[in-house]
């Protein structure tokens, strides 16, 4: 086997500068690799979809406008289910990793992973590695079932745990070999994902017959193709009352500079309340849309929320704050009441001694 493995992306060109950036592939190592028709193409759900498969010469472009004269460009291998596979269902022993920071929708990934795997390709042994990386060798693992992730995604966090560092790569890959691991889901942002392309090119090296899968998860709004990458997926019930309030109202004159309009008022920050708007930072001129000054700067600091259902949630978590707030004013209205009877109380016995104590 050869020790100088290279896990670079493998680069095709074609006619009309076309290029394919492609990604490693178990038959790149393992000649004569077997295949199986994908479990998909016997079940009802899926197989009266034709177009349901992806075909192995399927790519996706990286621009998608480009000038008719120009070079096609760049392209990347496209992905979704294959008409067939390199494993059996009863062969597969999946492992599934998060590492680095936390992101929202950690939990969501894991559970889509363990629900398709049961429920769509019939695989029964999914572990979750407790811990980030250093949970292969330290041996902490979790049994992951459809029953374990039902309701996963309404949590923050990630069930199987996280953590920094610990990639040591022999350890790992020993410990993929020793379990009979043959596909490790491994989620992470670049770090996580730079240390994954270093597990799959050991994995090579000893001629494993073993998937690395990386899947990006960031908090830092760096992955391409998305326009918001760190969307946060909060639940309602997830939140404490102090969380919230920290969350949906952040202090905003430190992150953005005051500036002044034509018409010499300085612009103010603020937070929507509005039900279309819900938590949406913006900047604006105080005379906004009087009709004597006519001022009309107003400038969105924020992106708009993508649907409705994050609306909700913003409009709901304000309304609970509103509440909590109608109910402290309540409670020091009910206190200064009582301190005022308690005066009178006071006042009206004091009076009452000293009448009693003039007819005596």
């Not at 597990?199 to 960031?218: D, F, N």
């Not at 009352?241 to 018409?263: A, D, G, I, V, Y």
């Not at 109910?327 to 009076?351: I, Q």
Request: net charge positive; glycine share 8%; hydrophobic share 35%.
């Amino acid at each position: 086997m050869d020790n100088n493995i290279s896990c670079e992306m493998k680069v095709e060109t074609g006619d009309a500068g076309y290029v394919l950036e492609d990604v490693p592939h178990l038959s790149d190592y393992i000649p004569d690799l077997p295949t199986y028709p994908n479990p998909l193409r016997s079940n009802p759900a899926y197989s009266v979809v034709k177009q349901y498969f992806v075909d192995a010469d399927d790519t996706v472009p990286q621009k998608v406008v480009v000038h008719k004269d120009g070079p096609r460009g760049i392209h990347f291998r496209r992905a979704g289910p294959r008409q067939r596979v390199y494993f059996t269902p009863d062969e597969v022993h999946a492992a599934i990793v998060t590492c680095g920071g936390l992101c929202p929708g950690l939990n969501t990934v894991i559970r889509e992973i363990v629900c398709a795997l049961y429920h769509m390709y019939g695989v029964t042994k999914v572990l979750g590695i407790d811990g980030g990386y250093r949970g292969f060798y330290s041996k902490n693992t979790i049994t992951l079932t459809p029953k374990v992730v039902n309701d996963i995604h309404k949590r923050g966090g990630t069930i199987i745990g996280t953590s920094r560092g610990g990639h040591d790569k022999p350890k790992i890959v020993d410990s993929i070999q020793d379990r009979g691991i043959n596909q490790v889901y491994i989620i992470g942002g670049d770090g996580t994902q730079k240390g994954a392309a270093v597990i799959y090119q050991e994995v090579r090296r000893r001629g494993l017959k073993a998937v690395v899968a990386g899947i990006p998860k960031t908090i830092d709004n760096d992955i391409p193709f998305s326009p918001n990458s760190r969307l946060p997926v909060y639940s309602q019930s997830s939140l404490s009352h102090k969380t919230q309030k920290s969350l949906f109202n952040p202090p905003l004159s430190h992150s953005h500079k005051t500036q002044r309009c034509e018409c010499d008022e300085s612009t103010t920050f603020s937070i929507s309340r509005t039900d279309e708007n819900p938590g949406r930072k913006f900047q604006g001129c105080p005379n906004f849309k009087d009709k004597y000054k006519k001022c009309d700067f107003f400038l969105w600091l924020d992106p708009p929320l993508p649907n409705r259902h994050y609306k909700e949630i913003m409009c709901n978590l304000y309304r609970d704050l509103e509440r909590a707030k109608d109910v402290k004013m309540l409670l020091k209205v009910f206190v200064v009441l009582m301190v005022l009877l308690l005066l009178f109380v006071v006042v009206l016995v004091m009076m009452m001694k000293k009448l009693l104590d003039e007819r005596i």
